[in-house]
Each structure stands twice: as C-alpha cells, then as structure tokens.
C-alpha cells in the first residue's frame, strides 16, 4: 500500500493543488504537529495509527463556519416562504386554505412547525444530498398519517429486495431502538447521484479540498496562539558568558525597556551585547488570504454569492441586487421546487388525490422587478404603441387608470393620437398646428389635473357612503377641495403595506399558536391520566347499551368534573402564555403607528395601556371553559353508550384535535387584536383625528370588508359599513373580527 505522501502527490493528477497540500502539511506540522499522515487520514478516509494532535474531520457543519452558514442560509430562505396549496395542474388556481394535510404539514409533529420541517429538509439536502419524511402514526390504510418526522440520512439504510428494488428503510438513530419503514411510509427527498441512483449527493460533493484548507487554517491559528513559543527578539553576547550574567542582563533589560509606558525608548548596547528582532515568516501572513480562498471556493460550490457569504469586497449597491436576486433564483427557488414536487409525488397525490402545492415566492422582495426597471420597461412598452392604461395594469405601476390612457401616445408630444389625426385631417394647415399646440398645452398640466381628480373623486365617494342621500353634504364635497388626505395612496401601495404588515405579525402568531398547542397537549395528557386511573371505562363498558340506563344523564356530573382539568388553573395557564405576546403585539402596533407617520420614538412616546392588555388576557383565557364543555359532552355521550375507555380516549382526543385545529385562527385572531388595539391607541394620544379602513389584498376577505375599504370615520366613530371602531375591535362580534386581516391607516389633514 502507497504511503500517504504518495498518496497525496497521486491526488495531484485529479486535480488537487500540489501547493496547497504542501504547504498547508509543512506550516501546521511546523505548529501543531500535524503532517502528511493527518492530510492522508482526512482527505483519503484512513485514522491514524500515532499519537497525532489534529481531530477527525467528519463534522464539517459544526467546524467551518462558512460551510455552515451557506448551508443555514439556503434553509431558512426556503423555509420562510409560504407553502400555497391549490387544486388541479395551474399552479394560479385559487388557494385552498385549509384541509387536513395544509394542517399536518403547518404543525407536522408535537415539536415542529412547518417552518422548522422545511428548515430540517433543506438542512439535509444540502449536507447529505438527501432527506427522509417518516410518516407516523398512521390510523389505517390510505388514511392520513398524523405526524411527519425528517430523519438524518445518516442514521438510514435501504433494504432491497431480492430483485435489488427498495423494499423499506432501517433507520438506527445513536440514541434509541432501530425502526423499520416501508417504503411507503417514507417520502424520499434527493439531489441526483451520477454514481448512486438511489441515494443522493451533497452540493459540495466535490469540496472537500476547500473545506479542508478552511478548516486547517483556523487549525494552524489556533495553534501559533497556543504552541507558539518564537520571541520577538534575540540578545547575543560576544565571547562566554559568565554564571548568572545572562539572567542579570535580562532582569535589568526587562526593567528599563518591559511593558507599555517603557514602548520606543531609546536603548544602549555595549560592544559586547548585540539586539536581533524575529519577523514572521512570509507562510504565517499568508493564512488569512488562504482562508479568504477557501470562503470564495466553498461559497462557490454551495451556489452563494459573494455578499451573501459576508465576502464585501466585490460590494456596491447594483452587485448586491444582482447577486441577491441570483442566489434566489439560482438556488432557493430550484431547492423549493424539488421539495414541492416529491411533497406532491409522495404524500398529496397518495393522501389527498387532486391537491397540489408550491412554495409562494410571488413576494420574495429579490424576485421582484425594480421600480425603476419597471419605469424603463413601461417606456418601451409605450414606444410600441401600447396604451398607459394597459401598461399600468400590466407593470402594476400603481397610477391608476386615467380619462386619456386608453389611446396611444404620439412621443413628440405625448398626445392622444385621435387629437393629432384630427388635425391633420383639417384643410387648413395652421388649424391643425394649432389643434396640436392646444393638445401641447393641455398636456403640460394632465399630471396635475389628473391627481387633482382622483382626490377629489374619492373624497366624494367616501362622504356619499358616510352620509347616504344628503344633496347639501353632497355638493360641498363636489365644490370644495378635500379636506383629508390618505397617506397611501395607490393601490400597489396599498397591497405592499397590508403584506408587509401582515409578515411582521406571522413569527408572533406562529409563536402564539405554539404556545396555545402546548397548553392544550397538557391538558390533553391530565385528562386522558386521570380517565385511565379512575376505571370508569370498565364500568360502563360492562353495561348494556340496549338496557334502560339506570344512571340518568344529569347524574353524570360529578364524575365528569372529577376527570377534566382545573379551570382556574388552566385560565392562569393561557394568561401566563398571552400576556408577554399581547404585549409585544399592542407595541408593534404602536411602532408602526410611528412609522406611518414618519415619527421618532424618542421624540414621542406612546404607552400602551394596560387596561387593554389586562381585558384581552381574561378575556381570552375563556377558552378554557369552551373547552371544558366539549370534553363535558363528549364523555357524556360515551358514557351514555356505555364505551369502553379506548373509545372513552378516542372522543377525548378527538376533542382536543379539534381545538388544536382552532390554534391558528385563535394566534392569527388575537395577536391582530392585539396590534389593532396598539394602533388605535397609538393615534388616539398622538392626536390624529380620523382613519380608514384598509382591507386585506387577497380573496379571502369578508365582502362588506372590501366594501369599507377606504372609508374615513374620526377616531372612535363606527366605520358605517361594518359597524366597529377599527379592524379586529375587541368589542365588535365574532362575524366581523374572527380571523380579521383588515389595518387601519392614519389619515393627515390637508394644510
């Protein structure tokens, strides 16, 4: 067998660097003893046999840093865009929101969500090339499982048939009892393999190279501040020195020239003694370039730009877009659509026939086209002949459409071709030169003349809404110039606000709805605890369900309240768990109040109110009760059937399933209370007036909500078309606030 040198000097013809492998061996053997044998051991796959100092290198996710963070970053890109569902091939078919596997893949498991699942199988993908989904607990055949569990790639291994077909996977974690799956209860998530194709390849298969000169480098700094032991200079004393002269001479040197308040002075050397300074070596300076190649190399072959790996020396503003909206199209958006697909291939088209689903990227702010290439873009589109009415709709440039931008547009003039033709036609010349200059003219103030009408219009349109058939409310409003003005105007305005606030709002309601599940899981545990203790199943499972019940139903009572969980104490649990993200949300919504208007926080203080806060978190502790009685009714029920305990725990758990599903709108109902509560009073002390209704910008919407959409009331009033003070009003009824997404927007006064 080749020794490792020769080893080494062969991994040189498939085109490992001769000069990095040399250099790299002889500086880190110089400093930490670590040699061609170390290199041989990592890069060929062989432990050593000697006393070697360097660790095995088979983590490289926890041991290079850049490694780590190419792959961190891939993952949570990923997993931060929605995941839409939609029926049939179009991938534009409205969304279906809700069913049983959007709720299975939004909480896949008791400890994850699925922002975590699909950090998880990114994760893996990257690391390993692979990822495998264990799909648990399932009820029957061709039912759906009821929780998902990504497993490392690490820990599993195909079995095959005799045909050499994937027969099941043997998973054997470190911690834990081995498990087999079928094949079918595997969804198998895999970047291609040319030399496996049943197993995957990681997407820096071939880095090892890279890697390994990154994680040497760190290796050989950490050792020249550990093991170092060069001085920085040399004192020589002509002829032999006497017992105890050298010690003498070093403690009267260190006493005159030692230490930070003695730095430059000047000294004196007789003819006997002679100063040297040590410099580093030319190798030891090279390590931070050698590292800085080993980032752009790894970077490289994880498929990150230059700024997103925190490399800034290529950095300008044009580059950073260019390579943002590169990582994202390079590599978000192809790891996405390969989860998709097999999430589609394996699990919807088995469990749910018909469903498709993919990743939403249609508000990745990368992916979006710049304002002013869409300006660029409308330019051309108008030197085509395209009108700007058709141009707006299809740039979304949020001007709206205009009287005369259904015509063409002469680019002399910027003027509606019909104009221009019917002063060509004239018999006189002059008449149509005129006729053009009049059009001239007239466009030199369309811009102005066109916002004038727009605001004036909507004005008029709010006040006819707020005061229905008033003639004398009417015409002051079509006379007089408007008195209010909305500070978001444009429908593309509109709609990136209302997304971007919701987005803020979505970690604090996922953080919500995890809480809530928590507190429900335990006292799921206490009640089907103390229904298996107390025997009670085996009583009424002995009865006759056909008999005349002896017991009548009232008598079930005491028994039932003995089984459920303390009310008192399951309303402090909730209120422990909302207050702090009630909290947080009255404060965004107050911050954001600032941020619409434009103001410093250090120049204006709003405190939220704790009266609000507090009524909120009794308020919703109430769901204690709702769900006592659904445990009360149930156990009645099987108690009346005379059910074993198993059916006993089945209604139980299928109560509690129930109100697991009601998690989400319960987060996405509270937390906008919450917000809604902080906005309105946030304007309430800074002194705004008035408001308007801005609805949410999706098909999900109530109907009489898109009607109050732009309606102005002053602070406190009722908006008329809904009937509350602001969206999500804590005193409004359940029809108009329950899983609300409408925002109230402040409104200036006109100076």
Request: proline share 5%.
């Amino acid at each position: 067998m080749r020794n490792p040198i020769t080893r080494a000097r062969a991994a040189f013809s498939r085109g490992v660097s001769r000069m990095v492998l040399s250099q790299l061996a002889r500086t880190v053997s110089d400093k930490s003893n670590v040699g061609w044998e170390d290199l041989g051991a990592f890069f060929f796959g062989r432990e050593r046999t000697d006393s070697g100092s360097l660790p095995r290198i088979d983590r490289p996710y926890t041991q290079s840093t850049i490694y780590k963070l190419a792959i961190d970053k891939k993952a949570r890109s990923l997993a931060g865009v929605p995941l839409k569902f939609y029926s049939g091939p179009d991938p534009k078919a409205p969304e279906v929101m809700q069913g049983p596997v959007q709720a299975l893949l939004e909480f896949p498991n008791e400890r994850m969500d699925r922002f975590e699942l699909i950090q998880a199988t990114g994760t893996y993908l990257e690391l390993t090339g692979e990822c495998l989904w264990a799909l648990d607990k399932i009820p029957g055949p061709g039912q759906l499982p009821q929780e998902i569990w990504p497993l490392n790639p690490e820990w599993c291994r195909p079995i095959l048939d005799r045909d050499g077909n994937l027969a099941a996977w043997e998973y054997t974690p470190e911690r834990g009892k081995k498990v087999t799956y079928l094949k079918d209860e595997i969804v198998f998530f895999r970047h291609f393999n040319p030399y496996d194709m049943l197993r995957g390849q990681a997407t820096l298969a071939g880095g090892n190279l890279s890697i390994a000169a990154d994680i040497f480098s760190k290796l050989a700094n950490a050792a020249f501040f550990a093991n170092d032991c060069q001085p920085g200079a040399v004192m020589t004393k002509k002829g032999t020195a006497q017992e105890g002269e050298l010690e003498d001479a070093k403690t009267r040197w260190n006493a005159k020239f030692r230490g930070l308040q003695k730095k430059q002075a000047i000294a004196f050397l007789s003819g006997e003694w002679d100063y040297k300074t040590i410099t580093p070596t030319h190798t030891d300076m090279q390590f931070t370039e050698q590292q800085n190649r080993s980032w752009e190399e790894i970077a490289s072959g994880m498929g990150l730009p230059p700024n997103e790996a925190g490399i800034m020396r290529y950095l300008n503003y044009a580059t950073a877009y260019v390579q943002r909206r590169q990582f994202w199209e390079d590599c978000i958006v192809p790891l996405g659509e390969n989860i998709a697909r097999r999430v589609n291939h394996s699990l919807l088209r088995r469990y749910a026939p018909g469903l498709r689903c993919a990743f939403d990227f249609d508000d990745v702010a990368a992916l979006k086209e710049l304002y002013s290439e869409k300006l660029d873009n409308a330019n051309k589109a108008k030197e085509l002949g395209y009108n700007l009415n058709l141009i707006d709709e299809v740039l979304e440039l949020g001007f709206g459409p205009v009287p005369w931008g259904k015509e063409p547009l002469v680019s002399i003039a910027l003027m509606p071709v019909s104009e221009v033709l019917s002063g060509a036609g004239a018999e006189d010349s002059g008449a149509a030169a005129q006729t053009a200059s009049q059009s001239l003219r007239g466009s030199v103030f369309a811009l102005q003349r066109i916002a004038d009408e727009v605001l004036e219009r909507k004005e008029v349109e709010k006040l006819v809404a707020r005061a229905g058939p008033d003639p004398a409310l009417l015409e002051s409003a079509r006379a007089g110039a408007p008195r209010w003005r909305s500070l978001f105007e444009g429908e593309q305005r509109r709609a990136s606000y209302w997304k971007t606030y919701q987005a803020r709002l979505l970690p604090l309601e996922r953080r919500y709805g995890r809480l809530l599940r928590g507190v429900f899981e335990g006292w799921k545990q206490e009640v089907l605890e103390k229904l298996v203790k107390s025997g009670i199943g085996q009583a009424t499972a002995a009865r006759n369900p056909n008999a005349v019940k002896l017991v009548e139903r009232g008598q079930y009572d005491e028994t039932i309240e003995a089984l459920l969980f303390d009310e008192l104490d399951g309303r402090h649990r909730i209120q422990v768990v909302s207050r702090p993200v009630f909290g947080t949300a009255i404060q965004y919504g107050i911050d954001q109040v600032l941020a619409d208007l434009e103001l410093d926080p250090a120049d204006h203080v709003v405190r939220p109110k704790a009266d609000s806060l507090n009524a909120q978190v009794v308020k919703v502790a109430d769901v204690t009760e709702t769900v006592r009685q659904d445990i009360t009714e149930a156990l009645n029920e099987g108690f009346d059937a005379g059910e074993s305990i198993t059916d006993l725990s089945h209604r139980v758990g299928d109560v509690f399933d129930a109100s697991f599903a009601r998690t989400r709108l319960i987060a996405r109902t509270e937390v906008g209370i919450a917000a809604s509560t902080g906005k309105f009073e946030g304007m309430q002390q800074l002194g705004i007036e008035r408001h308007e209704w801005l609805s949410s910008r999706d098909e999900k919407v109530r109907d009489d909500h898109v009607t109050a959409d732009g309606e102005v009331v002053a602070i406190g009033e009722l908006f008329p078309t809904v009937n509350i003070r602001y969206p999500l009003d804590p005193e409004g009824p359940p029809e108009q606030i329950c899983g609300c997404r409408c925002v109230a927007l402040p409104v200036a006064k006109e100076d």
